[in-house]
């Protein structure tokens, strides 16, 4: 069986790829790790996330009956009803603003430069991610908790609509809000910690160790090509030179006889 013209090149230049190899090790390390206090610290830490889903609803707009009761209109008055969905996108942004994250800080401490707390209302059916927008308009909630720790970023979520829920209530008391006319939050689930894609600490060690050794292979073929060229010229002059040989011969002139 013929051995491939590539393993062939790459057999040719093993010492070269061996150096190369060396070399990726020593710079995937170096762009993984950094030394601190005598210890090998990994540069990019793994993201973790945690989403609690709550669902607005309200006592004259059931999910569970196929009526709609709407509020006692007196004569002469106009009664709107709330959309629950827009709400559920001005309650995203309320509890991605500074006064629930403080709330949050209160019971689990500050955030480090990894924590993160944000919201979302929910446009996709359970399965779904709004990292990609579906085209429900619905009354769900998702409160996202980030961190390099799995438990920590489950608690951020948890505690921030434990703490989102108890705001509006208290909201809902300063305004006098009658009891049939108050929003109701509703903890659906509390979802476990994922890892969040690309924050691999592996990936840039794989990337930087691969990029390095392609180069040394790319850099291997290059000294072939450059042998193969010279080679060939090296030819191509010896058979000039043989060919031009007899010309030379032909061209002598004789040898004068002697008398």
Avoid: C, H
Wanted: hydrophobic share 45%; aromatic share 6%.
């Amino acid at each position: 069986m013929d051995v491939p013209q590539y393993l062939r090149v790459l057999w040719r230049y093993k010492w070269l790829l061996l150096v190369g190899i060396v070399i990726a090790a020593m710079a995937a390390m170096i762009a993984g790790f950094s030394l601190v206090d005598g210890k090998l610290v990994s540069r990019t830490t793994q993201q973790y996330s945690a989403a609690t889903t709550i669902m607005l609803g309200s006592a004259d707009q059931s999910i569970f009956t196929d009526q709609q009761v709407g509020p006692t209109q007196a004569p002469g008055q106009t009664v709107q009803q709330t959309n629950l969905a827009q709400t559920a996108v001005v309650y995203a942004y309320l509890i991605s603003g500074d006064t629930i994250r403080q709330q949050v800080e209160a019971k689990l401490g500050a955030f480090g430069p990894d924590d993160m707390l944000t919201a979302v209302s929910r446009t996709t059916q359970p399965a779904g991610s709004e990292q990609f927008p579906g085209k429900y308009t619905l009354p769900m909630i998702n409160i996202v908790g980030e961190s390099d720790n799995a438990g920590r970023a489950e608690k951020i979520s948890q505690t921030a609509a434990e703490q989102f829920q108890t705001y509006v209530v208290r909201q809902q008391n300063e305004s006098k809000v009658a009891t049939a006319d108050r929003i109701q939050l509703t903890t659906i689930s509390d979802g476990a910690a994922v890892a969040a894609e690309g924050s691999n600490p592996a990936i840039p060690i794989v990337i930087t160790g691969v990029g390095v050794l392609l180069v040394f292979v790319a850099l291997a073929f290059v000294l072939y090509n450059i042998a193969l060229s010279r080679e060939r010229a090296r030819v191509r002059r010896a058979r000039a030179s043989r060919a031009a040989a007899p010309e030379l011969v032909a061209e002598q002139p004789k040898p004068a006889l002697s008398s």
